[in-house]
């Protein structure tokens, strides 16, 4: 069973900056696609950003938020840059095999969510 540990979350200023990070207890073929989904209050979780061999980003953070992986570690990152209060929600980590997809309900693993603030 692949457990996921999300970290990073705060409370930041509009413009400012975090960095979040995703532990995965192991790397497997299960984990091979790494995406990070936030869920804002009273709306649906939408796609942020995957990772495997490329990347894809949403339009509203592209240019701004960058996903990476330390495969030695068994960890992804979510560089967040000039974030906005519309940024503001819980981000999930999450994970599938194989193919990448911006459809949350393709993703067989999830972390428990880190809270991101951005204050206007």
């Known amino acids: 069973q692949v457990q996921l540990v999300e970290s990073g979350g705060g409370l930041v200023q509009a413009g400012g900056s975090l960095r979040l990070s995703c532990a995965a207890s192991v790397r497997t073929a299960s984990t091979s696609v790494m995406g990070w989904f936030r869920q804002a209050p009273g709306k649906e979780r939408e796609f942020v950003a995957a990772?495997?061999?490329?990347?894809y980003y949403a339009d509203s953070v592209k240019a701004r938020f960058t996903i990476s992986r330390d495969n030695a570690k068994n960890t992804v990152y979510l560089q967040m840059n000039s974030l906005k209060p519309e940024d503001t929600a819980i981000y999930y980590c999450?994970?599938?095999?194989?193919?990448?997809?911006?459809?949350?309900?393709?993703?067989?693993?999830w972390g428990q969510g880190t809270q991101v603030t951005v204050s206007s």
């Open positions: 999450a994970a599938r095999p194989v193919a990448m997809y911006t459809d949350s309900t393709r993703y067989d693993y």
């Open positions: 990772i495997s061999g490329s990347t």
